[in-house]
């Protein structure tokens, strides 16, 4: 965990926050553990250079969101495409989806195998979909870690395509990344604090690949992210954005986790001497029950 510089005032949740010029991003509550805890997901706009406008993660709007989505996107004719970046944030896709049923829509992997009544027009496992709105908008798989089936699906929620819109230097992460902002008192009790940022637990189980060069893929994946991307502003899906320093806590973050990752490896390395990946298909695959967002 890092945790640097100033934060802007605690952003309300169920509204249109302009976190850049043209990058918007609307939190709101998503509750576990009873609903304990509030972990939070959000879902960005990002209004490209011709006007349109692309939608990143959909969230359950009120109609107060959806007025202001209207007035921002003509009604929603503006919206280019919605784009579901992590295999797991899938709830509000089917509302989202009646509500504007006009646009693109582009999914990962098991978005498309879930959601059969949206008419998917591709999937980010594509890299030429994933390059379609560059440069201005430029979208990048983790390595060392499964994308097209990540398992186990009750926990293995670690990976998330990074999103990163170069005018506004913004960058959108769903799980991949956590950042603190004013977390609630159960989540204090665990040392996470406001303004702290950390990777995603299951970094620790299941979020990587189980080999002993998995994460040095993920860490060296991340350090050339870092190097090519020079963003000052990250939105996370749980629990808040960071405005300004974004780019420096997460340089601070990969090089905190470096005895994280030589300890993984070293684990993988004797549990798992051949290097092998575990096989793709599983019984339990695409159950229901254990979405994120």
Request: with cysteine.
């Amino acid at each position: 965990m890092s945790a640097k510089g100033s934060d802007p005032a605690h952003i309300e949740k169920d509204e249109l926050f302009e976190v850049a010029t043209n990058f918007w991003n609307i939190r709101v509550s998503f509750k576990m553990l009873a609903g304990l805890v509030d972990l939070g997901s959000h879902m960005s706009l990002i209004r490209l250079n011709n006007g349109n406008f692309l939608v990143i993660d959909t969230v359950i709007l009120t109609d107060h969101t959806r007025a202001e989505i209207n007035r921002l996107t003509d009604n929603g004719a503006k919206i280019e495409a919605v784009i579901g970046v992590h295999p797991f944030h899938t709830l509000a896709f089917p509302a989202f989806y009646e509500a504007y049923p006009n646009a693109k829509y582009y999914g990962t992997p098991r978005h498309i195998r879930r959601l059969t009544t949206i008419p998917w027009a591709g999937s980010l496992d594509d890299c030429n979909i994933r390059k379609k709105w560059e440069p201005e908008i430029e979208m990048r798989i983790p390595a060392g870690a499964e994308f097209v089936n990540p398992l186990p699906e009750s926990s293995n929620h670690f990976v998330s395509v990074f999103v990163f819109h170069r005018p506004s230097r913004t960058l959108h992460v769903d799980d991949t990344i956590i950042y603190g902002d004013h977390p609630g008192f159960l989540l204090k009790l665990t040392g996470f604090k406001h303004g702290t940022m950390a990777f995603q637990p299951s970094i620790k189980g299941a979020g990587l690949y189980p080999t002993a060069e998995a994460p040095f893929e993920f860490r060296d994946w991340m350090k050339t992210l870092l190097n090519d991307w020079p963003f000052d502003n990250i939105c996370c899906a749980h629990s808040g954005i960071k405005i300004g320093g974004a780019h420096e806590q997460v340089i601070e973050l990969v090089n905190t986790a470096d005895a994280l990752f030589n300890k993984l490896s070293e684990k993988n390395r004797k549990k798992n001497p051949n290097s092998e990946i575990p096989a793709g298909n599983h019984p339990n695959m695409n159950v229901s029950g254990d979405e994120c967002g």
